[in-house]
Structures are given as C-alpha cells and as structure tokens.
C-alpha cells in the first residue's frame, strides 16, 4: 500500500489518493489547443452546455409527466403548463433547448466539414461526432413523441412505420418498436424509457470518447498546418508564450470558451422569454387522435431535409416510389459518416483554399436549405418536384464527391511539384551567384 503523510488540506487530501493535480494536468492545464482558431471552435462546449440544460430542464418535467396515454397530454399541457409553478418555463427551456441543440450540431459539423477536421488522422474524431448526431436524433425524436399531441402521435406513426421498409424483418421490427400493431401505450412508455434514461446515457457515454478521440490528433486549426504540439508546448512551458501555436485548455483557451458561451446563452434565453412558440408546432396543441390524420404530417426543422429526400421520390423508376424513398433516406443518413474517405484530396485546409471542394461544400449547403424548406411544405404541384430534384442532387453530390476530390488532390500536386521545381531553380541561382561572387573577390584580391 502507498505511503500517506498528513495533508494540509483537501486537494493534498484528494491528490494523494486520486493523483488530481496529474488529472488536472493530462485534461486541462497542459492539454494544448492550436492558437489560430476562431469562435467557431467553442460550439463543443456550448453543445455540452446545452446539453446540461436540457437535462436539467427534463428532471424537473420528469417530476410532474405521466406516460400514459390518458395522461400525458393534461400533464404536459394543463399540469405542468398552468398548475407548476414556472412549470411554463422549464418547457419552454426544454422545448427551445431540443430545437437549439441541433443548431449547434449543425453549426458544429458544419465547420468540421469546411475546415476539413474529418482527415488525415482524425477520422475517429469526425466518427464519434456522427454517432453524437445519431444519438441526439434518437433523443430528440423519443422526446417529441412524448406530448402526446396529433403531430407527436402522426410522426411516431410514419417514422416507426419507415423500418418495414427493412427487408425480411421490416414488418416484425415495427411492431417489436412499437410494441402493438398500432402506435399505443406501450410505444409511448417505450419511447419514454429511451428518452429519459437509455439514449442519454449513450449521449454521456459518446461525449466522453469524442473528447478522449482528441487526444492523439488534437484540435485542428483554421488553416490545417501541421503543428508539433510536444515542441510547442515545451516552448510555452518555457515561457515563450507569443512564438508558441499553442495555448493550455485552463485556463486560456476556456476564457474565449465562456465569452462566446455567454453570448449564446443571452440568444438563448431571448428564445425561451420571446420567441419559444418556433420550438412548438401549434398542431401538436390538439390532443393525439388516431382517427384523424392532420392535413400535413412533416417533423421538427432539423430532420426536414432527410425527411424530403424520403418523400422526393413520388413515382416509380423502375422501383417502387416508397423503396426509392427508402433507400435514398438511408443514403441520406449513412453518407455523412463516409465522408473522410470520400475526400480524396490529402489538403488538409479550409474549403476556400480548395476552389473544387469550395463549391461543392457551399453548393451542399444551398441544397439542404432548399429540402428543408420544401420538407414542411405539402408534397403537391411545383414542391414534388422541387424535392425530388433537391434529393437527386444531394445523392449526386456525395458520389461525385470523390471525382471531384481526386482532381482538386492532382492540381495541388502539380502545383506543389511546380513550386518545388521552381524552389530548386532558385536555390541554384542563388549558390550560382554567390559562387561567382566569391571568384569575383578572389580575382580582385589577387590583383590587389
């Protein structure tokens, strides 16, 4: 057993037997962030901030829900809304926090992709992102169901009926979801279960590897050059703090951390006092009916892309229009997670530094824009249309990707071997000179 003096108090006490100072070190004041990175570097820690509140606020929910069909449209509706004190406030928290969570994925992933953190080592990192997003979609999803209103009820019913689509099992994993043949009590307090303990859970469990999947490659930077961070640090620790590229985690780089945090918390409570009702569709106020379907059944703002790539195709090509969807939904959610081995371009840097892979990313962005907003529209007229050749052109994209990537990766080489060429050239003028100016003194001496 180790020796233990006497602590002088309670961090001595604590670091003698948790090695504290050695934890603090590995996860805070020598874990080493690069310099040249932009407020777009703290959605991380918003996102668990967020995350925190949205637990937080659900505790306080889960106090006064009944999951039960009978019950849970008062308990939410009348319980908590009108009879809980500030029970208002913590929905409208809940309510805006599930909605700003996903900006911030987005946001979040976004950059990854712009900046090309997905590369050369980091593959991992962009992985357990993705699962991240998965994880919060399944979140986010269980707990839009939970209301117990027509659009919760409708959306359970169209999105849980998507896995019959699943060949030779499709019909048994339904019902296995939904524990009955029809959306009832039985898939609301399964779904509750998922919403309140297993996914969250998961959610915990992924933000941890995301950050331990940082520990090798590090954090990128804004321009993707290459940084020694053992060099760096050692250069930081020695005092020369301006020539180092990198700053400690604690406590410099979490100052900026908490300004933009700060910043996003007044946005986000101006949402919760101001503007909550975007977070709640006014068709979920009605209780859940099974005998009447609402005219137009469409989910949150953050699924209405994926979701208009299913509905995009609305006429059989070869196929049937319900298998193409379905197959163009699960391309959709599987072809994010392959992109570092799509990008066949080894640049690492911003996507303005890549003319090809610019476009492409900004082309991407316009695309997803468009199938969101035609994702809540009704499916008739111009808007099929629109949809079905915004899902033709999202799908086209992540395979032309590779193409487009394999050139971009050809150009840079021969501009690299260019300017390599031309760096030998001038290297050997430069000796030439130098060689001719040394003669040059050599004869003037001589004659002197």
Do not use: C
């Amino acid at each position: 057993m180790a020796k233990f003096e006497k602590a002088n108090s309670v961090s001595e006490w604590l670091d003698q037997r948790l090695n504290t100072t050695m934890l603090t070190k590995v996860l805070m004041t020598e874990y080493w962030i690069p310099k040249n990175i932009n407020f777009l570097w703290a959605m991380g820690m918003v996102l668990i901030t967020t995350f925190m509140i949205l637990l937080v606020s659900g505790i306080f929910l889960l106090m006064y829900y009944k999951p039960d069909v009978n019950m849970a449209f008062d308990s939410v509706n009348y319980t908590i809304m009108q009879e809980v004190h500030f029970g208002w406030l913590f929905r409208h928290i809940h309510g805006v926090g599930a909605s700003v969570v996903f900006l911030i994925i987005y946001i979040h992933m976004l950059t990854g992709i712009y900046y090309g953190s997905y590369k050369k080592g980091r593959e991992v990192i962009w992985l357990s992102g993705m699962l991240l997003f998965v994880l919060f979609s399944a979140e986010a999803f269980s707990g839009y169901m939970l209301p117990w209103g027509q659009m919760s009820y409708w959306a359970a019913y169209v999105i849980t009926n998507i896995f019959g689509g699943i060949p030779l099992i499709g019909d048994e994993l339904v019902i296995w979801i939904r524990g009955n043949f029809y959306v009832a009590d039985s898939t609301l307090t399964r779904f509750f279960m998922l919403h309140v303990f297993l996914v969250p859970l998961a959610i915990l469990g992924a933000i941890a590897f995301h950050f331990y999947s940082l520990r090798i490659p590090h954090v990128n930077n804004q321009t993707g050059e290459e940084i020694d961070f053992e060099e760096e640090s050692n250069r930081y620790l020695a005092g020369n703090k301006k020539r180092s590229k990198v700053i400690p985690f604690w406590p410099v780089f979490m100052a900026k951390d908490i300004f933009v945090l700060s910043v996003f918390l007044f946005f986000f409570f101006y949402l919760v006092f101001y503007h909550y009702e975007f977070a709640m569709d006014p068709v979920n106020f009605d209780p859940a009916n099974g005998l009447k379907t609402p005219a137009h059944i469409y989910p949150e703002w953050y699924f209405l892309w994926s979701y208009e790539v299913l509905r995009g195709f609305f006429f059989d090509i070869g196929l049937k229009a319900s298998d193409l969807g379905l197959m163009a939904f699960g391309f959709a959610q599987v072809i994010f997670v392959l992109l570092p081995w799509l990008d066949k371009s080894p640049k690492v840097a911003p996507a303005n530094e890549r003319p090809y892979f610019k476009q492409w990313f900004w082309l991407l962005i316009m695309i997803m824009v468009i199938l969101s907003i035609f994702g809540k529209l009704p499916p008739t007229g111009a808007n099929a249309w629109v949809g079905f050749f915004s899902s033709i052109t999202f799908i086209t994209m992540f395979l032309s990707l590779p193409m487009i990537t394999k050139k971009e990766a050809k150009t840079y080489e021969q501009k690299t071997e260019t300017k390599t060429e031309e760096t030998i050239v001038f290297s050997t003028l430069i000796k030439k000179e130098i060689i001719q100016q040394a003669l040059h003194k050599k004869i003037s001496d001589n004659k002197l």
